[in-house]
T-cell receptor, first 112, second 115 residues
Framework: LAKTTQPISMDSYEGQEVNITCSHN???????ITWYQQFPSQGPRFIIQ???TKVTNEVASLFIPADRKSSTLSLPRVSLSDTAVYYC?????????????FGGGTRLMVKP | DSGVTQTPKHLITATGQRVTLRCSPR?????VYWYQQSLDQGLQFLIQ???????AKGNILERFSAQQFPDLHSELNLSSLELGDSALYFC??????????????FGPGTRLTVT
């Protein structure tokens, strides 16, 4: 079973750029990489999704190298309200039944 | 508000019992996913349905089962409950049939406590 690995926690300050990396060996050829944000006692909320290279939306950017074995979520100019847990989600090609695998989550603390 | 509803919000039951968790997807979404979130296991994918058919299966125990009805709501049945089944259970929905495209919208979750 492929393992999806993220740093457990990160600290940042308001206004800084934050980059969170997820390692995902054995990502399936047709799988996308998706990032979610979760606040306490709430369901995860979609941030961004990509397949390769770079994707940008109004809240974040996602960088995916050519081998797609990792991805980096970039949050520009974070604020206190970005304090949350961030998860990457990818597929697992070791399981023909289309397994979805979440990373363990990165707890981001934004300080004033 | 994601538009996905889950009931009940909280559920407390005893070991050996059976419970049913219910999920109503966003209007127009055909795909429903179930996830389990616990402190030691993190977020675990259980199963996906698309338009009434099972589409993908994850770490779902044999004691657990799910179905999606013609009106697209879904139920997750958990039986012979054990203490380790205590967790937050999330339902998510999406328009797309597969995970490759389209975001998933998560409900608020059902917190299950097995005593």
């Amino acid at each position: 079973l492929a393992k999806t690995t993220q740093p457990i926690s990160m600290d940042s300050y308001e206004g800084q750029e934050v980059n969170i990396t997820c390692s995902h060996n054995n990502i399936a050829t047709n799988d996308y990489i998706t990032w979610y944000q979760q606040f306490p006692s709430q369901g995860p909320r979609f941030i961004i999704q990509g397949y390769k290279t770079k994707v940008t939306n109004e809240v974040a950017s996602l960088f995916i190298p050519a081998d797609r074995k990792s991805s980096t979520l970039s949050l520009p100019r974070v604020s206190l309200s970005d304090t949350a847990v961030y998860y990457c989600l990818v597929g697992d090609n070791n399981n023909a039944g289309n397994m979805l695998t979440f990373g363990g989550g990165t707890r981001l603390m934004v300080k004033p | 508000d994601s538009g996905v509803t889950q009931t009940p919000k909280h559920l407390i039951t005893a070991t050996g019992q059976r419970v049913t968790l219910r999920c109503s997807p966003r209007s127009g979404d055909l795909s429903v996913y179930w996830y389990q979130q616990s402190l030691d296991q993190g977020l675990q994918f259980l199963i996906q349905y698309y338009n009434g058919e099972e589409r993908a299966k994850g770490n779902i125990l044999e004691r657990f089962s799910a179905q999606q009805f013609p009106d697209l709501h879904s139920e997750l049945n958990l039986s012979s409950l054990e203490l380790g089944d205590s967790a937050l259970y999330f339902c998510a929905s999406s328009v797309a049939a597969t995970r490759e495209t389209g975001e998933q919208y998560f409900g608020p979750g059902t917190r299950l406590t097995v005593t």
